[in-house]
């Protein structure tokens, strides 16, 4: 989402602010962003704001690393090396001071991402960190050069999760309650351009259970916190525009770059799920530099690590389609026209493991056969891709689509585009969702950009019955140097695909899933 204002700029330049606003965990996708916007973009900031997780980059900022280099700690992040269980607490039960503790941060998580508090007080970046003050009850903001490791904890320290942090006799805690984003500070600082990177979810869809309910009560102070700056600003801008008298005395412009991430805010076990989530934030905000008319170039990427891991697996389908219609969903009656047997038998070859989890476009090769008597009995694939999973718009709706080129026996070329829609709002079930692929043949070798122009030939749906499910898990063919190598790539692929089921069908059970 972006949103701008308009308006007559004083004679010097703007002070511009970039705000890092908290999300816990999820802000791995805001170190995608960080990537794009300071590296590709080059874009520089006069002031940088962290709140809550946003405190991880903003430290990693300040130390003077690059947008990659704050990426590159997120994707190689082990997510188990942060997680210290609250022993000594967890018999008291509902009176325990928290569940966990941050000493495997400290101990594991921020020397591995090369956190150098002498550098970080020495920078000569402008910056704010922010902490709640509880023994005095108000916001603290603090200056890189009075942070060290235990202000650097109290940012994050969230009630029930984790310990206060006592400083000086005071008691500290996640200032998220008061702001995940201090906009006011970066205007108190003259800023007049805020640049905000948001992850804490704005989909506004109420889930029962403690824990579900306890993270809606940070979404809801977050939101409603942002929502009520925005509109202050806007009506400021309205004024000065009018000629009138504005509470801010200048044209304050926001852009503000906001993601539904599909990474619980806490509770995640893969680090795969680290990765994915710095990859969208890579995508994200190069879609969004473009729409905003940003120049960007993208950084070099650093030599391809030899990934000699691979998963292949053949699955048949077979349905029925027809002829001249648009968009039939289901197997279609005779009297609907000219109809026709479809078959499917493809092998995903999925080749580099690790691409393929991390890269939002989850891509693999598709070869076999299409089997139709109507375009010409058996018509091999020339060319295939799949994608397992993608965003459709949001992670509540997936797909998997398949793009299949092949000819008939005429000559001439042709495209079957298929997809299945795995949707929380589906109420058909996962088997339906996962098994039923809605089809359209097209004219011509047609790619996806060029599909909405497309002559449609026929179209329907084709499905994996269950006995050819049962053996489509007979045919999994896993490649890697070693035995445990292969365990382990086979089980990142099931952790995947389970774990994109988790965030569709069992959100009610924990928002996305640890997996």
């Not at 393929?356 to 375009?375: D, K, M, N, S, W």
Request: net charge negative; charged share 25%; glycine share 8%.
């Amino acid at each position: 989402m972006t949103t701008g204002q308009g308006g007559e700029r004083r004679d010097d330049p703007p002070r511009r602010s970039l705000i890092l606003a908290g999300g816990g965990l999820k802000v791995a996708f805001q170190a995608g962003v960080l990537q794009v916007l300071l590296d590709e973009a080059e874009l520089r900031f006069d002031h940088v704001d962290g709140a809550s997780g946003g405190v991880f980059n903003l430290a990693m900022y300040c130390q003077g690393m690059s947008g990659r280099e704050i990426a590159d700690n997120w994707r190689t992040l082990s997510p188990l090396k942060g997680v210290t269980p609250n022993w000594r607490e967890l018999p008291k039960g509902p009176y325990a001071r928290s569940l966990f503790t941050l000493d495997g941060y400290r101990r594991h998580v921020f020397p591995g991402w090369g956190l150098d508090w002498d550098r970080i007080r020495a920078t000569d970046r402008e910056a704010t960190f922010n902490l709640y003050d509880f023994s005095s009850n108000e916001l603290e903001t603090v200056t890189p050069d009075l942070m060290d490791e235990d202000r650097f904890c109290a940012g994050v320290a969230l009630p029930m999760w984790f310990p206060p942090v006592v400083i000086d006799g005071k008691t500290y805690i996640d200032p998220v309650y008061l702001t995940d984003g201090n906009v006011e500070e970066a205007i108190r600082r003259g800023c007049d351009e805020l640049w905000i990177i948001w992850t804490v979810s704005r989909r506004h869809r109420w889930r029962d259970g403690f824990v579900a309910n306890y993270f809606h009560i940070i979404e809801t102070v977050a939101n409603g916190q942002l929502k009520h700056w925005l509109r202050r600003i806007e009506v400021s801008n309205a004024a000065l525009r009018a000629g009138e008298h504005g509470e801010f005395g200048r044209i304050i412009d926001v852009r503000l770059l906001s993601a539904e991430v599909p990474l619980n805010y806490l509770v995640n076990f893969s680090r795969d799920r680290f990765a994915q989530a710095v990859e969208l934030g890579v995508e994200r905000a190069r879609d969004w530099c473009t729409a905003q008319g940003i120049p960007w170039r993208p950084c070099a990427p650093p030599d391809p690590a030899d990934d000699p891991t691979r998963i292949r697996f053949t699955e048949r389908m077979v349905g029925r389609v027809a002829f001249g219609e648009h968009d039939i969903q289901e197997i279609p009656a005779p009297e609907r026209g000219a109809t026709a047997d479809l078959t499917l038998r493809v092998t995903i070859d999925i080749e580099g493991v690790d691409r393929f989890l991390t890269g939002p476009e989850h891509e693999a090769a598709v070869r076999g056969e299409i089997v139709c008597q109507a375009l010409g009995g058996r018509l091999p694939v020339e060319r295939g891709t799949f994608q397992l999973f993608v965003e459709e718009p949001d992670p509540q709706h997936l797909r998997m689509n398949y793009r299949l080129h092949f000819t008939d026996r005429a000559g001439h070329p042709l495209t079957l585009s298929g997809h299945k829609d795995v949707d929380e709002d589906s109420r058909r079930g996962v088997w339906k969702d996962t098994s039923v692929l809605h089809t359209r043949v097209l004219r011509g070798h047609v790619d996806a950009d060029a599909e909405p122009e497309a002559q449609v030939v026929a179209s329907g749906a084709v499905r994996i019955r269950p006995a050819d499910f049962l053996k489509q898990l007979t045919t999994f063919r896993v490649e890697a140097p070693t035995l445990p190598g292969r365990v382990t790539t086979l089980g990142r692929f099931g952790q995947f695909f389970t774990g994109k089921l988790w965030d569709v069908y069992a959100q009610n059970v924990l928002p996305w899933s640890p997996l």
